[in-house]
């Protein structure tokens, strides 16, 4: 089974903050130049600002995406429970807790309010994906 970028996109907070960036740069950057009237020879700075700031959020969206990828290839399954769900406006903190080796462990990860966050509870068990040389985790049912 593989993870859906929709379903990181629309789950991991991290992830749609840079998604929904990059095109809401480009259209500030884009307007702000028409807006304030400028010389075409003072626009160039904006586009490459545009370019700098967009490729930052593509970065960290494709590293979120990967990382993410990089769990269902290589982590191993292991049952958790949720812990904690706070949820502030649209965006929160999603906690969860598993064992690995006999060890009890902790995890977290930032997640934005949706139907699949907003299903989950306190004490509800979930599968979670562990990788072991790193101890990173994430819910699997988020992503699929």
Same mark, same amino acid.
């Given at each position: 089974?593989?993870? =859906?970028?929709?379903?990181?996109?629309?789950?991991?907070?991290?992830?749609?903050?840079?998604?929904?960036?990059?095109?809401?740069?480009?259209?500030?950057?884009?307007?702000?130049?028409?807006?304030?009237?400028?010389?075409? +020879? /003072?626009? +160039?700075?904006?586009?490459?600002?545009?370019?700098?700031? =967009? %490729?930052?959020?593509? $970065?960290?969206?494709?590293?979120?995406?990967?990382?993410?990828?990089?769990?269902?290839? *290589?982590?191993? /399954?292991? %049952?958790?429970?949720?812990?904690?769900?706070?949820?502030?406006?649209?965006?929160?903190?999603? /906690?969860?807790?598993? /064992?690995?080796?006999?060890?009890?462990?902790?995890?977290?990860? %930032?997640? *934005?309010? +949706?139907?699949?966050?907003? =299903?989950?509870?306190?004490?509800?068990?979930?599968? $979670?994906? $562990?990788?072991? =040389?790193? +101890?990173?985790?994430?819910?699997?049912?988020?992503?699929?």
């Amino acid at each position: 089974m593989k993870p =859906s970028v929709r379903a990181i996109i629309w789950n991991d907070w991290p992830a749609l903050a840079c998604a929904l960036g990059i095109p809401v740069v480009w259209v500030i950057f884009t307007a702000f130049p028409v807006l304030k009237r400028l010389d075409p +020879s /003072e626009v +160039s700075f904006y586009v490459a600002l545009a370019t700098v700031i =967009s %490729a930052t959020l593509a $970065v960290i969206l494709i590293w979120r995406a990967k990382r993410i990828f990089n769990l269902f290839a *290589h982590g191993t /399954e292991v %049952a958790g429970q949720i812990t904690w769900v706070q949820i502030v406006r649209d965006r929160g903190r999603l /906690e969860f807790q598993f /064992e690995m080796n006999g060890k009890p462990m902790n995890g977290w990860t %930032a997640v *934005h309010k +949706s139907k699949r966050v907003m =299903s989950l509870a306190i004490g509800q068990p979930v599968r $979670v994906l $562990v990788q072991p =040389s790193t +101890s990173t985790a994430i819910v699997k049912d988020l992503y699929v």
